[in-house]
T-cell receptor
Framework: QKEVEQDPGPLSVPEGAIVSLNCTYS??????FMWYRQYSRKGPELLMY????GNKEDGRFTAQVDKSSKYISLFIRDSQPSDSATYLC????????????FGAGTRLAVHP | DADVTQTPRNRITKTGKRIMLECSQT?????MYWYRQDPGLGLRLIYY???????NKGEISDGYSVSRQAQAKFSLSLESAIPNQTALYFC???????????FGSGTRLTVV
């Protein structure tokens, strides 16, 4: 079993839809959780970052963490064609000799 | 200039050839990483370095080697390239906490 599982999609939605992207994980010691967005032929870039269980909102994006269920989600409201990208979840531990563990990424296409 | 610069952007090489991928960063970070990305497999860690004198193998280091020439430079070598090393390669840096990763734009390598 992988430490981080993410549905690879692809996911295709119409413009304006609410998108839900999800990851599950097996290591309850993970302390922080992130979402990266990767456009075609570009490197991943950090989109959302959170330490705690609950919701964190940034514009049209909401990151949700449920540590009891080992489940994280990214919601995109009013999706736009410019949101078309691959979204990777990532998680890790604070400090020390730690490295992020990435999900496989979900490819999202938002069509006009 | 980009914070993390990878060269070349694209490379086609023949089986058995030695090839070097280069990465330089202006973030001032001590930590640097090399990943490869394959469809459906996400980002897999090849090597990482937490400072100039500290280099460690990742989950898929066989067939690869690295050199940390300076704080800002971290190169990846394929000693004898084989076709299944065809992939997108990313260099990344992070702060001491190991949480915020900054990625380069990637090198698309094709081994024929």
């Amino acid at each position: 079993q992988k430490e981080v599982e993410q549905d690879p999609g692809p996911l295709s939605v119409p413009e304006g839809a609410i998108v839900s992207l999800n990851c599950t994980y097996s290591n309850s010691a993970f302390q922080y959780f992130m979402w990266y967005r990767q456009y075609s032929r570009k490197g991943p870039e950090l989109l959302m970052y959170t330490y705690s269980s609950g919701n964190k909102e940034d514009g049209r994006f909401t990151a949700q963490v449920d540590k009891s269920s080992k489940y994280i989600s990214l919601f995109i409201r009013d999706s736009q064609p410019s949101d078309s990208a691959t979204y990777l979840c990532a998680m890790g531990f604070s400090g020390g000799y730690n490295k992020l563990i990435f999900g496989a990424g979900t490819r999202l296409a938002v069509h006009p | 200039d980009a914070d993390v610069t990878q060269t070349p952007r694209n490379r086609i090489t023949k089986t058995g050839k030695r090839i070097m991928l280069e990465c330089s960063q202006t973030k001032g970070h001590d930590r640097m990483y090399w990943y490869r990305q394959d469809p459906g497999l996400g980002l897999r860690l090849i090597y990482y370095s937490f400072d100039v004198k500290d280099i460690n193998k990742g989950e898929i280091s066989d067939g690869y080697s690295v050199s940390r020439q300076a704080q800002a430079k971290f190169s990846l070598s394929l000693e004898s390239a084989i076709p299944n090393q065809t992939a997108l390669y990313f260099c990344a840096t992070s702060d001491l906490d190991g949480s915020y990763y900054t990625f380069g734009s990637g090198t698309r390598l094709t081994v024929v």
